[in-house]
C-alpha cells in the first residue's frame, strides 16, 4: 500500500476495531496487536490489517503512528519502543477526531445505550438514502462495524471513559442518559455530568433523554429537543407492549399521534434507544412515518439481550455490566417472561466500578431469583484489596436476592446453568469474557 502505517495497540478492542477498518478502508497500511486471538482480529486480517497476537516491543518498528486502546497501560513495551523511536501516539479518541475531522458529526454519547442507538441511527438514515459514514463499538447484526460512507454525515458512538470525547465537535448530539460510572476519570457524578453538558454545548442542536434528569439538567441553555415517555417530551411512546416479537408502541410528535411502532428488542429502555433513533432521523429531515416504518427490521447488536438458545430453557446473553443497565435487563425479561424464574450470571466489571458501585450492582442483581456471581474482570486494573465479586453478593443477600459467589467464570457459568430447570431464564451480564464459557456451554445444550 502507499498510504501510511498506523500499527493499533489493542486492535480487538470495541472501539480500536472499527477504527481499523476505516483506516483499512481509506487506504492506509494497518497492523495491530492484542493479547489473544478471536473472530475480530480474523475480520480485521481478511480486511488486510496484519496482526500480532501478543505485545512485542519490535511490532510498531516502521509505524508512522501508534494508536492505543484506552485499557491499555502505559508501560506496554510497544508503547514504550514508540516513545524512544520517537513515532507519534495517539489515544483512539483523538485518532478519530483527527479522521473525522471534516465530516458532519452525529456523535451519540451517554452512560448506556449509545451502541443500539448509534446502530439504529445509521441503519435508518441509510435505508432512507443518505449514505452516512459510521462508527459502531460492538458488532451488529447486518452492519459492519464502521463504513466510510458516500456523504458529509457520519454517525459516530462516542465514548466518554477517558474525557477525550471533548476535543470531538459534532454538529449533532444524543445524549441517551448519564449515570455514575468511570469515576477514576471524574472523581463524581457532578463533573460527569460538566461534561456531557459541555459536550451538548458544542453542538448545533442537542437530542437528549427527557426522561433522564440528569441530561435534562446539562441540556438546558443551548437548543435541544427531548425525547422519552414523559409527556414533556417532543417525540414521546406511550402505551408500550411488550410482546413475543419485541415491545409495540404508539408514536406521538409535539403532542401530535405519528403512528404505531414496533422493536425486535425487549425492553423500555430499548424503546427509548429507538426514540433517541427516530428524533435524531428526524431532525436530519427524514419522515416520523417512513422511519417508523424501518423499526421492526431494525439490526439487533451483539449481547444486547440477545436470545441464543430457547427451547424449554431460554438463554439470554446480555453487556450490561452497570447496575441501571443490570435493572434495566431484568425488567424487560420479566415483562417478556412473567411467569419463568430467572436466573443472573454476573461477572464485575473492573475492580474500581466494583469498588464504588457494589452496593448498586446487588440491589440490581437481588432482582433475580438467583445470582450467581464470579470474581472480578480486571480489564488492566491492578487488584484492590477487598474487592472481589464477594461484595456484590453480599449485598445482593442485604436486599434480599440469593446470590452465590462463583469465583471461577468457567465454574460460575456451569452452576448457574445447572440450577436452572425447564421453564427458566439464565441471562449472562458482563462485559468481561464471561460470555466465553456460557456460550460455550449453551452451544452444547
Same mark, same amino acid.
Given at each position: ?121 445509521? @441503519? ?10 459510521? @462508527? ?182 446480555? @453487556? ?30 473492573? @475492580? ?94
Amino acid at each position: 500500500m502507499d498510504g501510511p502505517r498506523f500499527h493499533l495497540v489493542g486492535i480487538a478492542g470495541d472501539g480500536m476495531a472499527p477504527l481499523a477498518s476505516l483506516l483499512l478502508e481509506l487506504g492506509a497500511e494497518v497492523s495491530g496487536s492484542d493479547l489473544r486471538g478471536g473472530k475480530v482480529l480474523g475480520t480485521l486480517m481478511d480486511l488486510g490489517a496484519n496482526i500480532s497476537v501478543g505485545h512485542r516491543p519490535e511490532n510498531v518498528e516502521g509505524a508512522d503512528a501508534v494508536i492505543r486502546s484506552s485499557a491499555v497501560p502505559p508501560d506496554n513495551p510497544e508503547l514504550a519502543r514508540a516513545r524512544r523511536a520517537g513515532i507519534p501516539i495517539h489515544p483512539r479518541l483523538h485518532a478519530l477526531e483527527i479522521l473525522l475531522s471534516r465530516r458532519r458529526l452525529i456523535a451519540v454519547c451517554g452512560t448506556h445505550g449509545k451502541t443500539t442507538t448509534t446502530a439504529w441511527i445509521s @441503519y435508518i438514515l441509510r435505508r432512507v438514502g443518505l449514505q452516512v459514514g459510521f @462508527y459502531i463499538g460492538a458488532e451488529v447484526r447486518g452492519l459492519p462495524r464502521a463504513a466510510w460512507g458516500g456523504e458529509s454525515w457520519f454517525v459516530a458512538e462516542v465514548d466518554e471513559s477517558d474525557g477525550l470525547f471533548l476535543g470531538l465537535r459534532p454538529e449533532i448530539a444524543v445524549l441517551t442518559n448519564v449515570d455514575r460510572d468511570h469515576l477514576g476519570t471524574y472523581g463524581g457524578l457532578g463533573p460527569l455530568a460538566d461534561a456531557f453538558g459541555r459536550f451538548l454545548h458544542r453542538a448545533r442542536l442537542a437530542v437528549f433523554c427527557g426522561d433522564d434528569p440528569v441530561a435534562r439538567e446539562v441540556s438546558k441553555g443551548g437548543p435541544s429537543i427531548s425525547y422519552g415517555l414523559g409527556p414533556g417530551c417532543v417525540v414521546r411512546a406511550r402505551n408500550l407492549r411488550p410482546s413475543p416479537q419485541g415491545v409495540s408502541f404508539e408514536v406521538l410528535v409535539e403532542g401530535k399521534a405519528a403512528g404505531e411502532a414496533r422493536i425486535p428488542l425487549l425492553g423500555r429502555h430499548n424503546v427509548l434507544n429507538a426514540l433517541a433513533a427516530l428524533t435524531a432521523a428526524w431532525v436530519m429531515g427524514t419522515s416520523i412515518r417512513d422511519a417508523l416504518g424501518l423499526l421492526p427490521e431494525l439490526p439487533l447488536p451483539a449481547r444486547r439481550l440477545e436470545l441464543i438458545h430457547e427451547d424449554g430453557l431460554a438463554l439470554v446473553d446480555d @453487556y450490561a455490566h452497570h447496575p441501571r443497565e443490570i435493572a434495566a435487563g431484568l425488567e424487560a425479561l420479566r415483562s417478556h417472561w412473567p411467569e419463568r424464574r430467572i436466573i443472573a450470571l454476573f461477572q464485575p466489571h473492573r @475492580y474500581s466500578r466494583t469498588a464504588t458501585l457494589h452496593r448498586e450492582l446487588g440491589a440490581a442483581l437481588a432482582g433475580a431469583d438467583l445470582a450467581v456471581v464470579t470474581d472480578v474482570y480486571p480489564a488492566f486494573e491492578d487488584p484492590i484489596p477487598g474487592v472481589s465479586g464477594r461484595l456484590v453478593v453480599d449485598r445482593a443477600r442485604a436486599h434480599g436476592g440469593r446470590a452465590i459467589f462463583v469465583p471461577d467464570p468457567r465454574d460460575a457459568a456451569e452452576r448457574a446453568l445447572s440450577a436452572a430447570r425447564e421453564g427458566d431464564v439464565v441471562v449472562c451480564f458482563g462485559a468481561g469474557d464471561i460470555w466465553v464459557p456460557f456460550r460455550r456451554m449453551a452451544a452444547m445444550l
